[in-house]
């Protein structure tokens, strides 16, 4: 695989957590993954890689060739239940797990720091804090377009971001939507935002 197509992979997985995370998964996005066709890699990349592309298989098996409304009216239903409450089960927040500052609290302000550094701004549509797995993985993404853009120093600024940020809350985040939901799309994104963190780890030490 050249490098334009690692680009295009690494976007394409951050942008498919972005469309299932930030909100409930809207009807275009549904469509394009139950009508359109859909590929996976035919070799393996990393083991959370291989299970977040098996559930979004099992995701389209279950749910092609149903009115993508209805599809998308339970997955709204689900992801209220599980990401928006009252009282839900999971908060995709960085600092919801970071035991060295309260939910919504001074870690915000370090999670904000670091985009500043990178002269980044998270875009006004996400209807989240800034530290709201969706915000984290658009600054990836604006990262990973920089790289591609001959930036160099993107690469120190994601090395830094994962290791300050991400990496520090990631697995616990995964495991909650593991234990909370059976829905295989919410199931496939956690673990391939698992498997793009792990991704953009080796990737990162490689190249800083």
Known sequence: MDDEAIYDARTELIDYCIDVFWDAPEEEFLTNLLEGDLETPGESVNDELDTGFDYLREFVAENEGRDVSEVRDE?????TRVFVGPRPPVLAHETYYRDDTEFIGEGLADVEASYSGAGWKPPEDYPEENDHVAVELAFLRNLVGRQRAGQVEAFGFERVFLD???LQWY???????????D??????AAHVF????EFEDELAAQMA
Not at 171 to 181: A, I, K, L, Q, Y
Not at 194 to 197: E, N, P, R, S
């Open 183 to 188: 829905e295989p799309l919410y199931l496939s």
């Open 164 to 166: 300050e940020h991400v």
């Open 194 to 197: 698992a498997g793009l963190v």
């Open 75 to 79: 997955l709204a239903q689900e992801y």
């Open 171 to 181: 697995e616990p985040f995964v495991d909650d939507v593991e234990e909370n939901t």
